[in-house]
């Protein structure tokens, strides 16, 4: 029995991850070794930022990179910063779904291997372990989309009555 197949129908969706990478990393120790010989808790600030860009028609690169500085006082301890990439396959994605996978599903799929890397980095400088928290990628997109349509709303020009 023959199967029917309407011509209309769209091909399936594809979503794929074809590569995960470290892009690039950095760590400075810039007031070793005197610096060590401090007693006080250090604080740690860190900083997260996800960028995507479309590499060929339906192959995108999304990075996440993180910041992490951690000070004694006003001395600096250290500062890593890494980032990780993922090239992913998408095609097919409803234009409705499209940014969302783009800005939470595939930083989500990223950043376990970005933690790893960043977590090694401080590790090798002989300092207690400093693992990045987990990430609400789902929140921090909707935050930029709310910053971007506040961002339009001030951008428009005033309607004259």
Not at 114 to 121: K, Q, S
């Amino acid at each position: 029995m023959a199967e029917n197949v309407s011509p209309s129908s769209a091909p399936p969706a594809v979503f794929q991850l074809q590569r995960i990478y470290l892009k690039d990393a950095s760590l400075e120790l810039p007031n070793a070794p005197q610096i060590f010989l401090e007693q006080t808790a250090p604080q740690v600030d860190v900083q997260l930022e996800v960028s995507n860009s479309r590499v060929l028609d339906g192959i995108y690169e999304v990075v996440v990179r993180a910041t992490t500085t951690a000070k004694v006082g006003d001395k600096v301890l250290f500062l890593v910063e890494g980032k990780q990439a993922g090239i992913f396959e998408m095609r097919g994605i409803p234009n409705e779904q499209f940014e969302a996978i783009l800005g939470i599903v595939c930083p989500g799929i990223i950043y376990p291997y970005l933690r790893a890397n960043v977590a090694d980095l401080i590790n090798r400088t002989g300092l207690p372990s400093i693992h990045l928290a987990e990430i609400n990628f789902e929140a921090m997109y909707q935050q930029r989309l709310a910053q971007q349509q506040q961002g339009l709303a001030a951008a428009a020009p005033a309607t004259k009555q």
